[in-house]
């Protein structure tokens, strides 16, 4: 893959774009796909009072100076593989936005529609027809930031992979600093990139069935915290000499002065360490906190136990890890206690906890349980892979790809798959269905699934027991 005359303008553009540099006459509307005048006219949306309020305090104008210095604009759920957008969040400018929207959309599969794309104001939907995605932004109060003033994060539509926001420009600021680096760069120093990260992991899996043997493998992680596959082989067993001849193989690949700076991480297989020792012998050796804890619970089994391990494994300095050593030495296996005191201690730990989903499951303000909920919108995520065709009578073939197909009927509340029955909440083949009616959901999870139900179960509180001295 070499720049084209067209990626190379692109280059000059998104680096504009970033550094805000573009002219004050000028919304760098050209870089995004226009909107015709009758896409304007469906927009039903009451904006929100873009003057903002004088009288906020200063907390918030002290946040955001701070992110005034953040120039990336990219945030990350807590697991660190899904760009997050919420209401609240802030931008050093409209490009920054428009950045990471266009990066949002291209990763979750869907096609903007853009009703207000204005210096002030950005106002999108998605583009399938009747799906409830939609964000607006607008600068914030202070006029030194833009800011998601609302955002409805729930897709009723399909998933796409034909997406048009995968443009030049956008292929462009990926690999902008690989570009500026080798204007004649090709695709295999790219996947090269990727790979020159200093954390290795290295594993074995056994092999069943018809062919067996020992699948080598050797991964990494990438900027987005996600899975890398380095490289991979099939040897006849795990030993010495299949491990030292797949890390010579990786040595031609990646190099780095006898493993000077990587940092690899095993379940301390022996052949994994020798071969690490020839091959590798700069690097460092660590080792997988699940391998040592199947050792560890073996001898020393115990909930107490395993949560004081791991939050020793999760420390982040040397104290607090001592902190929890030592903590580890002074819990007994054998211990316990008293069986009259631990049904005590039992009884009123389900008291507060009857008491606390009780008053809890009165402030909600939705007929399905958060979990429900959450299982629901997971769900119509899946769902947007499906391809649904209309029967006779509430009954729907579900596609998932070429080979497989699933039937769903409405009025049964059936799917082949067989979820639904079992669960109680639709499966992806069944909400796939239940959005593309635009039914209510909430009228196909079982009743006991329900806040109702939910209330009723908690409603009756355990009797207290007094003390037996008195």
Same mark, same amino acid.
């Given at each position: 893959m070499r720049l084209t005359t /067209?990626?190379? *303008?692109?280059?000059?553009?998104?680096?504009?774009?970033?550094? #805000? *540099?573009? =002219?004050d006459d000028s919304d760098s509307s050209h870089l995004f796909r226009s909107e015709s005048d009758s896409d304007r006219?469906?927009?039903?949306?009451?904006? %929100?009072?873009? @003057? #903002?309020d004088d009288s906020e305090d200063e907390f918030e104008e002290q946040v955001c100076i701070r992110y005034e210095n953040n120039a990336g604009g990219f945030e990350f759920n807590s697991v660190g593989d899904e760009i997050v957008l919420r209401p609240g969040q802030l931008f050093v400018s409209v490009y920054e936005f428009r950045k990471v929207l266009k990066v949002f959309a291209i990763r979750n599969g869907f096609r903007l529609k853009r009703l207000e794309n204005e210096k002030t104001r950005v106002t999108c939907v998605c583009a399938a027809a009747g799906c409830t995605w939609r964000i607006h932004t607008s600068l914030n109060w202070n006029k030194k930031s833009f800011k998601i003033?609302?955002?409805?994060?729930?897709?009723? !539509? =399909?998933?796409?992979?034909? @997406?048009?926001?995968?443009s030049s420009n956008w292929i462009a600021a990926t690999y902008l600093h690989l570009f500026k680096a080798n204007p004649d760069i090709k695709i295999s120093v790219i996947a090269a990139s990727l790979m020159q990260k200093p954390m290795i992991r290295v594993d074995g899996c056994h092999l069943k069935g018809l062919y067996i043997g020992v699948l080598l493998t050797v991964v990494s992680i990438d900027a987005n915290y996600g899975i890398y596959p380095l490289a991979m082989c099939v040897a006849e067993t795990e030993n010495n000499d299949s491990w030292q001849y797949f890390m010579d193989k990786l040595y031609d690949q990646v190099g780095c002065n006898g493993g000077e700076g990587l940092c690899f991480i095993s379940d301390r297989q022996k052949g994994v360490l020798n071969a690490l020792d020839i091959i590798f012998p700069l690097s460092l050796k660590r080792y997988c906190y699940r391998h040592i804890y199947a050792n560890f619970k073996q001898k020393f089994p115990g909930l107490l136990l395993k949560k004081v391990f791991w939050r020793a494994c999760r420390s982040l300095n040397v104290a607090n890890f001592n902190s929890h050593m030592e903590e580890l030495k002074?819990?007994?296996?054998? $211990? #316990?206690l008293p069986i009259v005191r631990m049904f005590k201690e039992i009884r009123r730990k389900t008291m507060r906890l009857i008491h606390r989903r009780h008053e809890a499951a009165l402030g909600w303000n939705n007929e399905? =349980? =958060?979990?429900?909920?959450?299982?629901?919108?997971? $769900?119509? %995520?899946?769902a947007r892979s499906l391809s649904v065709i209309f #029967?006779? @009578?509430?009954?729907?073939?579900?596609?998932?790809?070429?080979?497989?197909?699933?039937?769903?009927?409405?009025? /049964?509340?059936? !799917?082949?798959? $067989?979820?639904?029955?079992? *669960?109680g909440m639709p499966c992806?083949?069944?909400?796939?269905?239940?959005?593309?009616?635009?039914? @209510?959901?909430?009228?196909y999870v079982h009743q006991f699934l329900k806040k109702a139900a939910y209330i009723a179960a908690y409603k009756h509180q355990i009797i207290p027991v007094p003390d037996e001295k008195r």
């Open positions: /067209k990626m190379k *303008s692109c280059i000059m553009e998104y680096e504009a774009a970033v550094d #805000g *540099s573009y =002219p006219d469906l927009d039903d949306y009451e904006y %929100e009072d873009d @003057n #903002g003033k609302t955002h409805c994060p729930d897709h009723t !539509c =399909p998933r796409v992979d034909d @997406n048009f926001e995968a002074t819990i007994t296996p054998k $211990g #316990g399905l =349980p =958060p979990v429900i909920r959450m299982k629901i919108i997971k $769900g119509r %995520e899946e #029967g006779h @009578n509430e009954t729907f073939e579900i596609l998932e790809d070429v080979t497989k197909i699933v039937v769903v009927d409405l009025l /049964k509340r059936k !799917c082949d798959c $067989g979820e639904w029955a079992i *669960s992806k083949h069944a909400l796939c269905c239940i959005d593309a009616k635009r039914y @209510n959901v909430e009228d």
